[in-house]
């Protein structure tokens, strides 16, 4: 037994090592269609079910992707190399298989107003470098951010204007003016997403000639609490705040990687209802569309009737009249003088 349990191991190691060494020559009856540009292989040949059903389904695919893996490899470096540092890389051709997003394409940004008036002009941007040389440090600094060049906020020592106050304090003015800018940009910014929600652009933070109405206030409060990063998720609501109304529905994805078993619930109801022999009956649309033809059907009786009588009655009016003349009648003229005078024939 021992030696029987011996020989069977080693038997097992070696189609193990022979299954890792597999030669890269895989023959098919049919050559597999490639789009490299996609690392996509289509295998057209067909399955001996003998095989499927002698072998183990999950060796049997295994063996199978990994020959078409193999053929794919294969045809992948026969495109053209290049070597990038330490490391031989493949040109890989242009994509000729469509494939269909999963996301919807992103939307273009609508142009700020800045923008808009650099278009019209023809101002091209320029690319500044982010070092600037410092005269007063001598040395090469940010041109923005901490550690900037011509930093002012860092002296210690400002020289008062001639046409200035000398009581007044010259730094607290220059916190103050820093201030005002920081809030402009802010609210300029405020702007360009309300224009770009085409929208009323609201007013933030600066006297207004006239008096704002609540739609107004409330569109402003929603466009200043979405301007965050987070798109106003973690912005605490002001004391008896309602719910935004009119904001639209976020829509959810499904995720990429995780659970697949929802996907692949709703791919099999699908497919179901595509393989069916007898399509699927709504019965309760079936029985409105009988219903309205039904009161469509009455209603179109009901204007035939009516429209008959109509003409039978005016018939019978013109009728009468024929033969009357003033007073008389039987078509003879009265002392009132009514001549012979006849009235239209009726239709009938």
């Avoid at 704002?212 to 605490?236: H, I, P």
């Amino acid at each position: 037994m021992a030696a029987c349990s011996v020989e069977a191991l080693l038997a097992k190691a070696e189609q193990e090592e022979a299954e890792k060494l597999k030669s890269i020559s895989v023959q098919k009856e049919l050559d597999l269609e490639f789009d490299i540009g996609n690392l996509l292989a289509c295998d057209k040949n067909r399955i001996d079910l003998r095989e499927f059903r002698e072998q183990k389904k999950e060796d049997f695919l295994r063996s199978l992707a990994r020959d078409n893996t193999q053929l794919l490899i294969n045809e992948i470096w026969k495109q053209p190399t290049e070597r990038v540092q330490e490391a031989i890389v493949v040109k890989l051709p242009e994509p000729a298989t469509p494939l269909p997003r999963e996301k919807p394409p992103p939307k273009a940004k609508p142009p700020t107003k800045w923008e808009q008036f650099a278009k019209l002009k023809g101002i091209q941007k320029k690319k500044k470098t982010n070092l600037v040389w410092d005269e007063t440090a001598k040395e090469w600094k940010r041109r923005w951010g901490y550690k900037r060049a011509k930093d002012d906020t860092k002296e210690w020592l400002i020289e008062v204007p001639e046409t200035a106050d000398p009581n007044d304090d010259q730094f607290a003015k220059r916190v103050k003016a820093k201030k005002e800018r920081v809030a402009k940009n802010e609210y300029n910014r405020l702007k360009n997403i309300a224009r770009a929600q085409k929208g009323k652009v609201p007013v933030m933070g600066l006297a207004t000639s006239t008096q704002q109405s609540k739609d107004e206030l409330s569109l402003a409060v929603s466009v200043a609490r979405t301007s965050t990063a987070s798109v106003g998720r973690f912005q605490d609501r002001l004391p008896k705040e309602k719910a935004p109304k009119n904001t639209g529905k976020k829509r959810k994805f499904e995720p990429l990687i995780g659970d697949f078993s929802n996907e692949r619930h709703k791919q099999l109801e699908l497919l179901k209802l595509m393989d069916g022999k007898k399509p699927k009956l709504d019965i309760t649309k079936a029985v409105n569309k009988q219903m309205r033809e039904e009161d469509r059907e009455e209603a179109a009786a009901k204007y035939k009737k009516r429209a008959g009588k109509k003409g039978r009655k005016g018939g019978n009016m013109s009728g009468k009249g024929k033969g009357k003349g003033g007073k008389g009648k039987g078509g003879k003229a009265g002392g009132g003088g009514g001549g012979k005078r006849r009235g239209k024939p009726g239709k009938h």
